[in-house]
């Protein structure tokens, strides 16, 4: 299995951003799952989604998905660091 590379990931959360489209939101979570499970193991996918959300962090929230999909980050992060 290939790991979907970051920037490759954000380049595609920000595509959904620009087209707020509100079912994108969810092909941003199906993403999100796709790239972490790319990694193996806890600690690679705690690092991998402290990346992601640090990256993402710096996405303009011009848009209302924005909020949308740093909630999907988030729950991602918490349960993998409260496992």
């Known amino acids: ?9 954000l380049a595609s959360l920000d595509a959904m951003l620009a087209a707020e ?3 994108g939101v969810q092909e941003a979570e199906v993403e999100i799952w796709e790239y972490l499970s790319a990694f193996d193991g ?17 996405r303009p929230a011009s ?21």
């Open 63 to 83: 848009s209302p998905l924005h909020d949308m999909i740093c909630h999907h980050i988030a729950q991602h992060k918490h349960r993998l660091t409260n496992v």
């Open 21 to 23: 489209d509100l079912p």
């Open 1 to 9: 299995m290939t790991i979907m590379p970051l920037a490759k990931l």
């Open 42 to 58: 806890l600690t690679a996918q705690t690092q991998a989604i402290d990346e992601l959300a640090a990256a993402f962090q710096e």
